[in-house]
């Protein structure tokens, strides 16, 4: 489904990721760990093109999406993305927030769009904030309701970074276990954590990145845990664990 | 005191209940509020266009080879030079350029100072808008783009609308220049209410009632100006 080739993105003198090379399938739920600074954002980033790469490819349904005039709202509307800080519209209330892409990208009509977003507010117990704003909400409802309001385009795949790294801890379980249930309903994840234990729960693969490349990468997320392989990626999980 | 105040009391009747005298402040009054009004709504439209091309060329950095980030260039390279000429004259001097040279042929003199306070104030306003616009949360743009907004809907639905409200108070006092500036008017004998107070003291040797009852007009309007924009900036903060 996602296929990475070569990628390098420099900012300026900095080289962040350096011939990054991956291959997601339909259905994957992967964890990208690693330490900060190691390009595991701007990786993610590069895949929706909120960076824009200096030089590789980045295939999408076997579609060059790196490619010049290509349609990138067409695209970015089959990948959903949640953010660290959650990133509501804050002029907007809830329901708002969760139709507008909907109806602007002529997906649904103004019902159906109504209706999907009370479904999705049902099920994580938020429909009585549907007319709230942003501000007016917990972080740990916020980012719940980033999380559907990216399902509300009916993504084929939902990128996720950091998404509870700016949440207070005792908020940290309500995330976790909506990612969880989407991860259970055959949703491809990608997803930016430090989050070991949803990275050991949920994911088939993990990958971990330093200094702008993929070190190591394993099929097997426990035994990743116990027996990493890389000098690199030891030194790091003995720091975290 | 008392005697001073009582000559001043006896003077204001004189100019103003003479004939019809306080007529020159009602009509100049008019004009002003009329002046005021129209360039404020240019000023508003234009501003938020010049805004939007500028924000919209940092964001995007457009190349000169394809026609439509040609285009986006070079209406920033116009904005830009228009910001700067607005900026850096005096609006007297714009306005009686507008009025002898530019507009020569106009036989509108209202209109003329309309045009000229209206495209005057856009390079203001311009700059207040472009400051509230990039004030806004660069996560939330991002956030519209990663779920397919184009460009413009992000800007229409998500920024603009949060760019409005973080100008409010600059944007206030915008409105409250604008008002004031339009004394000016008088330069290309349009009747404004400081031109009217002027030929009234012209008409009747007595300075003080005319200039004083001018300032409390204006002075009113301002205050009223005030209140207003207080009361908008609290409803959209709790909206």
Redesign the interface.
């Known amino acids: 489904m996602l296929k990475v080739n070569k990628l390098y993105k420099d900012f300026g003198d900095l080289k962040v990721l350096k011939n990054v090379n991956l291959e997601i399938k339909s259905g994957e739920k992967v964890v990208v760990v690693g330490p900060s600074g190691s390009g595991k954002s701007t990786l993610l980033r590069c895949l929706n093109l909120l960076e824009q790469p200096t030089s590789g490819e980045i295939f999408f349904e076997d579609q060059e999406i790196t490619k010049p005039k290509i349609d990138l709202n067409l695209i970015r509307e089959q990948m959903g993305m949640v953010f660290q800080q959650f990133n509501l519209f804050s002029n907007l209330n809830v329901l708002d927030n969760l139709i507008l892409a909907p109806l602007k990208r002529d997906k649904l009509k103004k019902q159906e769009a109504e209706e999907r977003a009370y479904n999705l507010l049902n099920r994580i117990d938020l429909a009585d904030k549907a007319n709230a704003y942003p501000r007016q909400l917990s972080g740990g409802q916020q980012q719940r309701i980033a999380i559907i309001r990216a399902m509300m385009m009916d993504p084929k795949v939902l990128l996720f970074d950091e998404p509870t790294s700016a949440l207070d801890p005792e908020m940290v379980g309500e995330v976790l276990d909506l990612m969880t249930e989407l991860a259970e309903s055959g949703m491809t994840m990608i997803v930016v954590s430090h989050e070991m234990g949803f990275a050991k729960q949920v994911a088939n693969r993990i990958m971990f990145m330093d200094e702008g490349q993929i070190v190591e990468e394993s099929y097997n997320p426990a035994d990743f845990f116990e027996n990493p392989k890389e000098i690199r990626t030891q030194q790091f999980l003995s720091k975290v664990l | 005191m008392p005697m001073l105040t009582a000559k001043f009391l006896e003077d204001f009747q004189s100019v103003f209940f003479t004939g019809e005298n306080w007529k020159y402040l009602a009509n100049g009054f008019k004009i002003t509020i009329q002046v005021t009004f129209f360039a404020f709504l240019i000023g508003l439209v234009f501003g938020i266009i010049l805004a939007v091309i500028r924000v919209a060329h940092k964001d995007l950095k457009p190349s000169w080879r394809n026609p439509s980030g040609f285009l986006l260039n070079l209406l920033n390279k116009i904005a830009n030079i228009y910001i700067t000429v607005i900026r850096g004259t005096p609006t007297t001097i714009q306005l009686l350029i507008m009025f002898n040279v530019i507009l020569i042929s106009l036989d509108n003199l209202p209109l003329v100072a309309i045009l000229t306070f209206g495209l005057n104030s856009a390079a203001y306003m311009a700059e207040i808008f472009r400051s509230g616009i990039q004030a806004v ?1 660069k ?2 743009k ?9 460009y413009l ?1 992000s800007m229409r ?2 920024v603009l ?2 760019a409005f ?1 973080n100008c409010l108070p600059a944007f206030g006092n915008e409105v409250i220049t604008l008002f004031k500036e339009t004394s000016i008017s008088g330069f290309i004998g349009l009747i404004d209410l400081t031109r009217g107070a002027n030929i009234l003291v012209s008409n009747t040797f007595k300075a003080a009632p005319p200039y004083f009852a001018a300032a409390m007009i204006y002075l009113i309007v301002v205050y009223g100006l005030e209140h207003l924009f207080n009361f908008i900036e609290k409803r959209y903060l709790h909206a």
Do not use: I, K, T
Not at chain 2, 142 to 150: I, M, T, V, Y
């Open positions: 949360s996560g939330e991002e956030a519209a783009r990663s779920l397919g907004l184009n809907q639905h998500v609308p949060q409200r």
